[in-house]
């Protein structure tokens, strides 16, 4: 459900006397997913500011929001791990890399495993 009047999103303007006035909000640019063999994947491990615990992290993925949350849920249950994907990284629970480096590459995905 979306808000009739979404003052949040207004781009400049405050007030119009214009009846059939409408306020134009700029689009978010998301990138067309590329193909397997041209994605840089990296797969690294992480412990900074997650209380101790560790996470292996997916980056590098290019493509639009969907295509990564349908790759984070494949992978996660191939793992057989919990985890989530935010800000463009894949998260996984616990130390997965070489999992990872292995399911990915028989994806087709270029994949370089960091750490």
């Known amino acids: 459900m979306t808000k009739k009047n979404n003052w949040k ?3 400049g303007i ?4 214009n009846k059939n006035f409408q306020y134009e909000t700029h689009a978010v640019y998301e990138p067309d997913t590329l ?3 041209q994605q840089q994947l990296k797969v ?9 615990k560790t996470v292996t992290l997916v980056t590098g993925f ?10 984070g849920k494949t992978l996660k ?3 057989g791990v919990g985890g989530s ?6 998260l996984l629970q616990g130390d997965q890399r070489d999992k990872l480096v292995n399911l990915l590459t028989k994806g087709g995905y270029k994949v370089k495993r960091v750490g």
């Open 9 to 11: 999103q207004r781009e």
């Open 14 to 17: 405050v007030y119009s006397t």
């Open 35 to 37: 193909p397997p063999q």
């Open 44 to 52: 690294l491990i992480d412990k900074s500011q997650r209380a101790g």
């Open 62 to 71: 290019v493509g639009k929001a969907a295509d990564l949350e349908t790759l």
């Open 77 to 79: 249950g191939q793992c």
């Open 85 to 90: 994907v935010k800000d463009g990284e894949i």
